[in-house]
Structures are given as C-alpha cells and as structure tokens.
C-alpha cells in the first residue's frame, strides 16, 4: 500500500497549503472574476505531458538496453563454458568477471553517483582474462564472445548516460512553478461559477482536488524519469535482467 502513497509527499502538502489560504483570502477579500483557463491548461498540462512521456520513453529505453545488456553478457558466459580447451578453474574465473560486470552497472545505476570507475574495471578486468587466456579460447569463439562484449559495453554506456542524463530540469521547474501559482489565478473563477451564495467548502474542495491531480501527475513524472531505485510503481526490476536470475 505504501507504494501507492509514493506520489503524495511534501509537494502535495505545498499545495494543499496553497489551495486552503488562497480559497481563504479570496473569500475574505471577496476577489471573484471569470477569466478563460485554457491559457493556463496549455500552460501546464502540455508541458507536464511532455515531460511525462520524455521520462516513459527513458524507461522504456533503457529496458531495451538492459536486455540487450544481459543476453551479451549471457552469451559470453556461455561461449566460455562450453569452450572445450579452457580448464576448469578458468572458466569459474570468467564467471565471475561476469558476475562483477553484472553487478557493477546495476549498482551504478541505483545510486546518485557519476563514477564509473567500478563498472569500467571490471569491464577491462574481463578484456585481460580473455586476452590471457588467447591460447585457450578458440580464434573463432573469441571473435564471437569480442562482438558481443561489444554489444555489452554499448548498453552499458547507454544505460550509464540515460542515468546521468534526465528530462529538461528548465521545463520540470517551470511545470512546478505553475502548478504552485495555479490556485491564484484559479480560485476566483472557480467562486465566480459556483456562485459566491453557495457553499465554500465546494470551492476548496474543488481547487485541493485540481492541485493534488496536477502535483500527482508532476510526481509520478519525477519518479518515472528516475527508474531504478525500485521505489516508484514502475521502476525496472533488476532482478529479471540478471545473469544468473533465479
């Protein structure tokens, strides 16, 4: 249930804030007019959209990269397992360079951090044991297991900038900004519709209830674009793009 909830957090409490003392103050001071909100719609909404299906289509590639990421990897593994001439212990080896590739990129990319360095090294370490062990891997297996490395190192450095790279922040600041001085411009019209004699909890509900969607859309946006901390509803499993997944 709790993941759920993920969308409701301080902004949301910003803007129920915003909501409550702006409808307070226009009924206090009696501001009412009637002014055309579509401006205000393509203000927000085209712009939250866009961001929105900016950070879907992040998620959705880096899906693509991690599966492409796992089957190279897979593929390797296997080359070097079934290669007849390399021994035992140095097959175990090669697993594990494997496995340290594996999980360096998935640890990089479920922290805030930058540095490749990990991810690089065990890449590089993997490169050493084949070039090492030239002798006993087959000339036309190692050409096999180089392109599909190659296809390893790919995904990752494209995994690695979807990472370090996100939606503009200029237009998610932007969208926010909005969203916060929506209830301004809002109120009055709304009290203007509803008419000053009816009800006023009418008009708070109203305005909270177009706050919390706009915030939760913008919410759901900011975790979407950031998928790998398994904390949102749609984050990436690991867990299905390991090597040795069980």
Not at 83 to 108: D, M, R, T
Request: one cysteine or more; a neutral charge.
């Amino acid at each position: 249930m709790s993941r759920y909830l993920i969308i409701i957090n301080f902004r949301t409490l910003i803007t129920f804030f915003l909501s409550i003392a702006v409808t307070y103050l226009a009924y206090e001071f009696k501001v009412v007019y009637n002014i055309d909100l579509t401006l205000m719609s393509i203000a927000i909404i085209f712009p939250l959209v866009f961001t929105i299906r900016g950070a879907f289509r992040r998620r959705e590639k880096a899906l693509e990269h991690l599966s492409r990421f796992k089957a190279g990897l897979k593929t390797v593994e296997n080359y070097m397992l079934y290669s007849s001439q390399l021994n035992e212990e140095g097959k175990n080896q090669a697993v594990e360079n494997i496995k340290k590739i594996n999980h360096s990129l998935y640890l990089h990319l479920t922290t805030l951090s930058e540095d490749t360095s990990d991810l690089d090294a065990s890449i590089n370490h993997l490169i050493e044991f084949i070039k090492n062990n030239g002798e006993f891997i087959p000339k036309g297996c190692k050409e096999k297991i180089f392109r599909f490395l190659r296809d390893v190192i790919e995904s990752s450095d494209n995994l690695v900038a979807i990472h370090a790279h996100r939606t503009p922040i200029s237009l998610k600041a932007y969208c926010l900004i909005f969203i916060y001085i929506f209830p301004v411009i809002y109120t009055p019209t709304i009290i203007n519709k509803i008419g000053v004699d009816n009800p006023s909890w009418l008009t708070f509900f109203i305005v909270m209830l177009s706050e919390f969607i706009l915030i939760s859309l913008y919410n759901i946006q900011d975790q979407m674009e950031y998928p790998f901390d398994d904390e949102g509803l749609d984050d990436i499993k690991f867990k299905l793009f390991h090597v040795h997944r069980k």
